[in-house]
């Protein structure tokens, strides 16, 4: 009799330790996976405002060219109605 009770209480022990661990990978799973979504998350964020800042700086340099050229085209169609006006050659210096 006191084998077949060490028997059953060895068996009752490995069958609940089993069971209790069991359960603890499959919470560490779920932590794990909140920890990778909000990693994931973040990265995507970051990546977004790259993107965002890099297009913000092309938009800006490219407007900043084209107010440029169009004060340098205005300047020099001025130059040219004035010497029109003037009656001068539109490519003599000024």
Do not use: C, W
């Not at 995507?44 to 107010?67: E, I, L």
């Amino acid at each position: 009799m006191h084998i077949r009770k060490t028997g059953i209480f060895f068996l009752t022990a490995v069958l609940a330790f089993g069971m209790s661990s069991a359960f603890a990978p499959a919470q560490d799973g779920a932590k794990q996976d909140m920890k990778n979504a909000g990693q994931e998350t973040k990265n995507a964020a970051k990546d977004t405002g790259h993107g965002v800042s890099k297009g913000t700086q092309k938009a800006y340099h490219k407007t900043k060219r084209g107010t440029k050229k169009a004060y340098h085209k205005t300047v020099k169609g001025t130059k040219h109605a004035v010497n029109k006006v003037e009656g001068k050659p539109s490519d003599a210096p000024q």
